[in-house]
T-cell receptor
Framework: QKEVEQNSGPLSVPEGAIASLNCTYS??????FFWYRQYSGKSPELIMS????GDKEDGRFTAQLNKASQYVSLLIRDSQPSDSATYLC?????????????FGQGTRLTINP | NAGVMQNPRHLVRRRGQEARLRCSPM?????VYWYRQLPEEGLKFMVY????????ESGMPKERFSAEFPKEGPSILRIQQVVRGDSAAYFC???????????????FGNGTRLTVT
């Protein structure tokens, strides 16, 4: 079983709709979770971090965490063509303050005008 | 307010040559992480360093790869006798010191694209 799993996609969503991205992880002791966006040929860019169960909203983005189900998701409301990118879920498996992030393989999202 | 700086952006090496990738962390950050991304794949952890110390190198290939973060100067990822399978994007990230139990997102540099011909 992979430590962090995502559907690789591609996921196609019409402009203006809600895009839903999902991620599961295997280490029950994980405490920190992140979503990164990566445009083709570019570096990963942090868009959300979440540490507690529940929802966390930032603009059009909402991260959801359920530690009991070992599940983290990202919702993008009012999707725009500029949201088309690969979204990487990351889980911190470090100990003693280390920020050792393990990434899923990424979900490729396409927003159709 | 420079972010994580990596150079070179692109590096071409012939099989058997050495590749040196450099990374300067964000100001105030004392921890450096190296990741590799093969084409169409996710990011794979390679190594985590603090100044003059390798903390976790569990993701480093056993041979040909080494990393350092000296007291002065950037962190260096060194690949000896490169092979075509080493062609990838290598990303460096940094973070500040984080107390045990805490967390801080990683900030990535623009990466070095290594091509082995």
């Amino acid at each position: 079983q992979k430590e962090v799993e995502q559907n690789s996609g591609p996921l196609s969503v019409p402009e203006g709709a809600i895009a839903s991205l999902n991620c599961t992880y295997s280490d029950r002791g994980s405490q920190s979770f992140f979503w990164y966006r990566q445009y083709s040929g570019k570096s990963p860019e942090l868009i959300m971090s979440i540490y507690s169960n529940g929802d966390k909203e930032d603009g059009r983005f909402t991260a959801q965490l359920n530690k009991a189900s070992q599940y983290v998701s990202l919702l993008i409301r009012d999707s725009q063509p500029s949201d088309s990118a690969t979204y990487l879920c990351a889980v911190n498996l470090g100990i003693q303050g280390a920020q050792k992030l393990v990434f899923g393989q990424g979900t490729r999202l396409t927003i159709n005008p | 307010n420079a972010g994580v700086m990596q150079n070179p952006r692109h590096l071409v090496r012939r099989r058997g040559q050495e590749a040196r990738l450099r990374c300067s962390p964000m100001k105030g950050h004392s921890h450096v992480y190296w990741y590799r991304q093969l084409p169409e794949e996710g990011l794979k952890f390679m190594v985590y360093l603090q100044k003059e110390n390798i903390i976790d190198e569990s993701g480093m290939p056993k041979e040909r790869f080494s990393a350092e973060f000296p007291k002065e100067g950037p962190s260096i990822l060194r690949i000896q006798q490169v092979v075509r399978g080493d062609s990838a994007a290598y990303f460096c990230a940094s973070s500040p010191y984080v107390a045990q139990g805490g967390s801080s997102p990683l900030h990535f540099g623009n990466g070095t694209r290594l091509t082995v011909t």
